[in-house]
T-cell receptor, first 115, second 117 residues
Framework: GEEVAQTPKHLVRGEGQKAKLYCAPIKGHSYVFWYQQVLKNEFKFLISFQNENVFDETGMPKERFSAKCLPNSPCSLEIQATKLEDSAVYFC?????????????FGPGTRLTVL | AQKVTQAQTEISVVEKEDVTLDCVYETRDTTYYLFWYKQPPSGELVFLIRRNSFDEQNEISGRYSWNFQKSTSSFNFTITASQVVDSAVYFCALSDPIYNQGGKLIFGQGTELSVKP
């Protein structure tokens, strides 16, 4: 597709439950990024992929967060045993990654609320 | 380490005023990219501009203009004759230069602009 698609738009989980978010990058884009936006303003990088390979995972909380980008499937970000502080908007972005550096195209985000 | 600072948390102007949003960055690398994104109340992130570290020319796009000065590590954004539709949170960002073709973005804290009629 021509836009980055993220599902679901909203997700509500009780503390301790699992949450799974999905991202379909723009067709043909090689790079996928996940960011977490807490309290409306602060963005935190979580992880990036080059095709199905992890490219940079320096921002991932290792204990409860995991992510995958498998061929012919949407990318996913999974949070095991959610905590209140995981409440945030999670943005996915994709980038062509060819030749000269290209900008990242962002999806509409998934708002996760942990109760 | 890379860092982006947007010292103005909130700015409020009256329609038709000009407004400048400040962005100061820190990096030890000589090759890097700077960005501005707009986040309207609806929540999506809208790309506005990308600038590489070797191009210090100022850029103008309609009512928007950007001033990049390496000497002061600043990449400021000016909206001329502001309109109510410009109300949004604006983010300045710096790319991680280590991965030139796929670097993560380091965002500033954002500046919330409110344009009143």
């Amino acid at each position: 597709g021509e836009e980055v698609a993220q599902t679901p738009k909203h997700l509500v989980r009780g503390e301790g439950q699992k949450a799974k978010l999905y991202c379909a990058p723009i067709k043909g884009h090689s790079y996928v990024f996940w960011y977490q936006q807490v309290l409306k303003n602060e963005f935190k990088f979580l992880i990036s992929f080059q095709n199905e390979n992890v490219f940079d995972e320096t921002g991932m909380p290792k204990e409860r967060f995991s992510a995958k980008c498998l061929p012919n499937s949407p990318c996913s970000l999974e949070i095991q045993a959610t905590k209140l502080e995981d409440s945030a908007v999670y943005f996915c972005a994709s980038s062509p990654g060819e030749g000269v550096y290209n900008e990242q195209f962002f999806g509409p985000g998934t708002r996760l609320t942990v109760l | 380490a890379q860092k982006v600072t947007q010292a103005q948390t909130e700015i409020s102007v009256v329609e038709k005023e000009d407004v400048t949003l400040d962005c100061v960055y820190e990096t030890r690398d000589t090759t890097y990219y700077l960005f501005w994104y707009k986040q309207p109340p609806s929540g999506e992130l809208v790309f506005l501009i990308r600038r590489n570290s070797f191009d210090e020319q100022n850029e103008i796009s309609g009512r928007y203009s950007w001033n990049f000065q390496k000497s002061t590590s600043s990449f400021n954004f000016t909206i001329t004759a502001s309109q109510v539709v410009d109300s949004a949170v604006y983010f300045c960002a710096l790319s991680d230069p280590i991965y030139n073709q796929g670097g993560k973005l380091i965002f500033g804290q954002g500046t919330e602009l409110s344009v009143k009629p």
